[in-house]
C-alpha cells in the first residue's frame, strides 16, 4: 500500500473540500453586499467604513474555513497512518498492560517493568480458581523491563492462568509492572480510534499498547 497516494489523496479532497467553502461563503458575501447597496437608503447609504468592515467579517470567516479544512486534512493524514502502522502488528507479539498469561504450543510468555533494581525477583503462576500452580525464581534483575518463559506441566489447566511479580532490594520491595504478551490478529477502526483484535480474543486500543515484541 502507497502511504504517499493515500496522503495525496486525502490532501486533495480536502483542499479541494475546503476551496469550494471558500469559494460559497464569498458568493454569499458578495450577493449579500449587492442586495444590501441596491436596497440601502439613498438619504443613508453605506460608508467605506461599513464596506470595509463586513469585507474583514469575510476574511475571517475564510480563515477559519481554511483552518477547518487544513484540521481535516492533518487529522485523515494521522488516521491513515496510524491505520498502516497497525496494519504491520498484524501476525506481531505485542505488550499491553496485565496479568493474564498466554500459552502458546506450551510456553507461557509475559513481561514485566521493574522500578528499580532488584535482588530477588520472584513470579507466581496462577490458576483460573487463583490456586498458586508454579513459581519462578528469576535471581537478580536490573531496573527496566524483562520478558520471561513458563513450561507448564501436563494436565495443567490453562484456560485463564495469571502471574504475579514480586522484587525486593534488600529489605525494600521495588514495585513492578505487569504486561500480558499478545498476538495481533487483525485491525478494526472505530469511532474511537483504532483497535487491534488479538488471538486470545481480546481486543485493545491502538494507543494501549506498550510495546511491540521483536524478538
Known sequence: MNLASINGSGTNTANGISTKNEI???DRFLKLLVAQMQNQD???PLDNAQVTSQMAQIQTVTG????NGSLEMMSYSFNQAQALQGAALIGRDVLVSGNHMNVVEGEGRAAFELHGDAD?????ITDASGQVIDRLSLGAM???R?????APEGGTDLS????KVTASSGKT???ADTFARETVGAISTTANGLELDLFSGKTVAYNKVAAVVYH
Do not use: C, T
Not at 485463564?160 to 502471574?163: D, G, I, L, R, S
Open 24 to 26: 460559497g461563503a464569498q
Open 42 to 44: 439613498p438619504l443613508n
Open 64 to 67: 477559519i474555513e481554511k483552518l
Open 120 to 124: 530477588l525477583v520472584n513470579v507466581e
Open 142 to 144: 536490573g531496573k527496566g
Open 146 to 150: 524483562h520478558h520471561f518463559f513458563w
Open 160 to 163: 485463564q492462568v495469571k502471574f
Open 173 to 175: 520491595e521495588i514495585p
